[in-house]
């Protein structure tokens, strides 16, 4: 039986990965000459190399057409990416657009799809939501003059349990039943790495009355969404963590066809405006049908340009082979730990279904920990109070690399 634990067996499986060339397509960064050991994708993805050419592009056409360039190339860029968006999300033509940053387009969404009555006022969250997600939250209910302190129920794990269960969060949703305004989650929880179930949340959302949506930033191109299908009214997702696309990328919403002729209150921009009349300068607001008519400003275009880069290499890999070499990947990493170093508590789910790229890892004097793998050129990050998440991504991370961590985390002296 081979040794999985060895250098020689990490770099029979780097042989055999069917995903090995496109981390070439990455720059991969080094500490003093030295290269580091990167998995903090959840965080921040590396640079694809058609980045930088991309951007020149653009900077040559305002170089050369000034204010020409916005009907020339500019006031359709966002249609150059969206389509491609459609796989990774799930997604059907005009239910895709790209704008502003994910917290702010969470709360043009909630403008939407939180609607408060006397009888349905509650939003429902995961108690470890991410802290921006709870503050966009609590500040809409205290917009529409509900206090969140009777207004948001937040999802808590069992007793001694790190995770939620879908049972429990389908019994919360019936128990509130016809109070439930909005059930908005993240579709894979920052802290424990967990994928929620969100075809079964979305249906009993459905069921109860209730406008459902999803914070996909950890999930959109990590984990398999079919928000279509699933009946998802409304989503959101950053797209510089899995997708690559440079710190501050503009963000993407998700609205489902189902309301592609909205009628309802939302907060309008030009940018949202048919195009037929966009440039009559008439003051009637005459929204753009699908997820476009949410959209504020013009296109950030030099904030855009690196998501076609990223989209490139998503195109020419596939959700499917993604998953598939990440499940790998990430499955190697917890067969070492749990062979090597048994102390660790691993508390992101062990199926495949209800996980990504991501570990969350509790080690005894876990921020000692951390500083030392920081010191050995590592790249992870620690989530108070207690995790290191490590995320090895299969566009660029390799088995050997997860040796060599595996190796470091062996040779500390106290865990």
């Given amino acids: 039986m081979k040794n999985l634990f060895s250098v ?124 921006s997600d709870q503050y966009a939250i609590a500040s809409q209910l205290k917009l529409h003059g509900y206090d969140p302190k009777t207004s948001l129920i937040k999802l808590k794990p069992q007793p001694h349990e790190k995770c939620l269960k879908t049972d429990d969060i389908i019994n919360t949703i019936e128990a509130h039943g016809e109070s439930v305004a909005t059930v908005m989650l993240g579709g894979v929880n920052y802290y424990t790495g967990q994928k929620y179930n969100m075809r ?61 002729e909205w009628n309802g209150p939302r907060l309008a921009g030009w940018w949202g405006n048919s195009m037929d009349s966009r440039f009559s300068m008439d003051s009637k607001f005459d929204p753009i049908k699908g997820a476009e008519g949410w959209s504020i400003s013009n296109s950030s275009i030099f904030s855009m340009a690196p998501i076609k880069a990223s989209l490139d290499i998503y195109n020419q890999i596939g959700m499917d082979n993604f998953i598939i070499g990440s499940r790998e990947l990430t499955g190697y990493l917890e067969e070492l730990i749990h062979l090597i170093l048994p102390e660790i508590e691993i508390i992101t789910p062990k199926s495949p279904e209800e996980r990504g790229c991501q570990l969350s890892m509790i080690i005894q004097n876990g921020k000692e920990v951390q500083k030392y793998l920081e010191f050995n050129n590592v790249v992870c990050d620690w989530r108070e109070p207690d995790v290191i998440r490590i995320a090895p991504n299969p566009l660029y991370n390799t088995y050997s690399e997860i040796y060599q961590l595996v190796s470091l985390l062996k040779n500390y002296d106290n865990l």
């Fill in 8 to 131: 020689e067996f990490a770099s029979e499986l780097d042989d055999k990965n069917p995903l090995k060339s496109f981390r070439d397509k990455f720059y991969y960064p080094e500490h003093n000459l030295s290269p580091i050991l990167y998995f903090s994708g959840n965080s921040l993805g590396l640079q694809p190399k058609t980045v930088q050419s991309l951007l020149l592009e653009q900077s040559q056409i305002w170089a050369k057409n000034g204010a020409k360039g916005y009907f020339s190339d500019w006031v359709n860029f966002h249609k150059q990416l969206t389509a491609d968006f459609l796989p990774i999300v799930g997604a059907k033509d005009g239910e895709i657009m790209l704008m502003n940053a994910l917290t702010v387009n969470l709360h043009l969404l909630l403008i939407s799809f939180y609607q408060p009555t006397n009888q349905r006022h509650k939003i429902i969250i995961e108690e470890d939501a991410f802290p």
């Fill in 200 to 260: 079964e949340i979305a249906r009993i959302s459905n069921e109860v009355g209730a406008y459902v949506g999803f914070d996909l930033a950890h999930a959109a191109g990590n984990v398999e969404l079919n928000l279509h299908g699933w009946n998802v009214d409304f989503a959101a997702w950053c797209n510089y963590k899995y997708l690559n696309s440079g710190p501050g990328a503009p963000s993407g919403i998700f609205i489902h066809n189902k309301h592609s």
